[in-house]
């Protein structure tokens, strides 16, 4: 209770470092501590979502996984001429996340559209085509705009030189 001090400059810095790392410890711990009730619910939520179809599927959930209001919003639905549900391996992940909280909807989203970016061809699918294909579409649109700006400038120099043959 304060009747055993540091009195040496040595002990004093001693002491000083000591309480500093002793209660930077201490915190880390409480901290540590305070997150396991957390850990605990995020971890059952986890199990009832991963696990909420068994082993085996009804026609009820898998309509829910290839129709349902979340697969929707996400735009991830597939509409099959014959009318058959079928939820795909994706579709399956890409709700789960969003389920568990891993991913936002926007997540999903922001993703979607960086893929419309690159699949110029519109084929749903990457690959060495729609690479060279993107590749070919830019040149061609860079090759449109520096064909376009000197035809603007000549139609400017013609309008110029028509206003000065008229005064």
Do not use: W
């Not at 290839?66 to 399956?92: H, Q, V, Y």
């Not at 991913?103 to 084929?123: H, K, M, P, Q």
């Not at 649109?141 to 000549?154: G, I, K, Q, T």
């Amino acid at each position: 209770y304060g009747d055993i001090v540091p009195v040496t400059v040595g002990g004093k810095l001693f002491a000083t470092f000591f309480s500093v790392i002793a209660g930077t410890v201490l915190l880390h711990n409480m901290t540590l501590i305070s997150m396991i009730p957390l850990e605990l619910r995020k971890r059952r939520v986890e199990h009832a979502v991963l696990g909420q179809f068994g082993s085996q599927l009804t026609d009820d959930e898998l309509r829910e996984l290839s129709t349902g209001r979340l697969i929707n919003r996400l735009k991830l639905a597939t509409n099959r001429p014959d009318g058959l549900e079928e939820c795909t391996r994706e579709m399956f992940s890409l709700a789960m996340l969003v389920r568990l909280g891993r991913i936002t909807e926007n997540d999903v989203r922001s993703t979607f559209s960086a893929f419309r970016r690159l699949d110029v061809g519109n084929y749903g699918k990457l690959n060495s085509r729609t690479i060279i294909e993107g590749e070919l579409m830019r040149r061609k649109s860079l090759r449109n705009l520096v064909a376009l700006s000197p035809h603007e400038e000549d139609e400017e120099d013609q309008q110029s030189a028509q206003n000065n043959n008229y005064p």
